[in-house]
């Protein structure tokens, strides 16, 4: 049974910064698989901010939605099984429920389309003031 489980989200002023982590169990990494991350705000719809696709544990490549690129940094620590955001120069509008998804036998091209992801977690609030 695949378990997502994020965590690290909080309260910062804009300007600060953030690092989300999300703890994966209960997959084989021995194939390939895609993990991104995902925001929702009230009222509107999920999308994507950044996504890997990877293969034996290896990161093969990376996808950034537009409006978070230069400013968020996705990456797997493969010992602990952890997907990372680190977030810095935060705006207000980057105030949402993060989740974190994995897509399994993902091609080597990942997505930020949240249709394509089977598995996901629990969410993290992040609230970013002006």
Known sequence: QVQLVESGGGSV??????????????????????????????????????AISALGGRTSNTIYADSVKGRFTISQDNAK?????????????????????LKPLCSYFPSLRSAEYNYWGQGTQVTVSS
Not at 81 to 101: F, R, V
């Open 13 to 50: 002023q804009a300007g600060g910064s953030l690092r989300l982590a999300c703890a994966a169990s209960g997959y084989s990494y021995s194939n390939t698989y895609c993990m991104g991350w995902f925001r929702q705000a009230p009222g509107k719809e999920r999308e994507g901010v950044a």
């Open 81 to 101: 099984n952890t997907l990372t955001l680190q977030m810095n120069s935060l705006k207000p509008e980057d105030t949402a429920m993060y989740y974190c998804a």
